[in-house]
T-cell receptor
Framework: GDSVTQMEGPVTLSEEAFLTINCTYT??????LFWYVQYPGEGLQLLLK?????DKGSNKGFEATYRKETTSFHLEKGSVQVSDSAVYFC???????????FGTGTSLTVIP | EPEVTQTPSHQVTQMGQEVILRCVPI?????FYWYRQILGQKVEFLVS????????KSEIFDDQFSVERPDGSNFTLKIRSTKLEDSAMYFC?????????FGPGTRLLVL
């Protein structure tokens, strides 16, 4: 079935370190891929998305490239800040109106 | 910027009681969803709603659950007789063109 596998956390980094959070997917069709972020006490906020192979989503210094050949959508940021501390969720959707399939979430803590 | 809102933010109830979780989706959106996240686990899909009817539901969404859009703005999830295992964070979402926008969630605790 359709699913998302996400890197286990928690992840702790020093400020200005490079971040990678791995995400791979299994899908029966051609999904759209998303990263959501959840700050403490808040809901899920869309961080970035990509709707077809080789698309790169980017926002707030974060990037992820839709790699069909490796079925991956890894999240990266070149220099993390303390304010990036949150839980990050990878998700896929097969079509408009269809459910989202989420990964387990990766907790990131950035220390000064 | 428009956002999805949910009430209450927290709810504590006794096992066997009915609860209604409320959501106000983004106003021009056509698709509405409920998800839940049990502590430490994945965000799980419950149900989607389009054109005033359920379009998709998961195995979790059994006869104890129901959804309703009672007016032009609210979207509700009712659990008729809560169980301990219903304790979770419940998220409402809405979408127009594929991207789902989530509310802040309602934390439900069943005692």
């Amino acid at each position: 079935g359709d699913s998302v596998t996400q890197m286990e956390g928690p992840v702790t980094l020093s400020e200005e370190a490079f971040l990678t959070i791995n995400c791979t997917y299994t899908a029966t069709g051609y999904p759209s891929l998303f990263w959501y972020v959840q700050y403490p006490g808040e809901g899920l906020q869309l961080l970035l998305k990509a709707t077809k192979a080789d698309d790169k989503g980017s926002n707030k210094g974060f990037e992820a490239t839709y790699r069909k050949e490796t079925t991956s959508f890894h999240l990266e940021k070149g220099s993390v800040q303390v304010s990036d501390s949150a839980v990050y969720f990878c998700a896929l959707s097969l079509d408009t109106g269809n459910q989202f399939y989420f990964g387990t979430g990766t907790s990131l803590t950035v220390i000064p | 910027e428009p956002e999805v809102t949910q009430t209450p933010s927290h709810q504590v109830t006794q096992m066997g009681q009915e609860v209604i979780l409320r959501c106000v989706p983004i106003s021009n959106h056509l698709y509405f969803y409920w998800y839940r996240q049990i502590l430490g686990q994945k965000v799980e899909f419950l149900v989607s709603f389009y054109n005033n009817e359920i379009s998709e539901k998961s195995e979790i969404f059994d006869d104890q659950f129901s959804v309703e859009r009672p007016d032009g703005s609210n979207f509700t999830l009712k659990i008729r007789s809560t169980k301990l295992e219903d304790s979770a964070m419940y998220f409402c979402a809405s979408s127009e063109l594929g991207t789902q926008y989530f509310g802040p969630g309602t934390r439900l605790l069943v005692l």
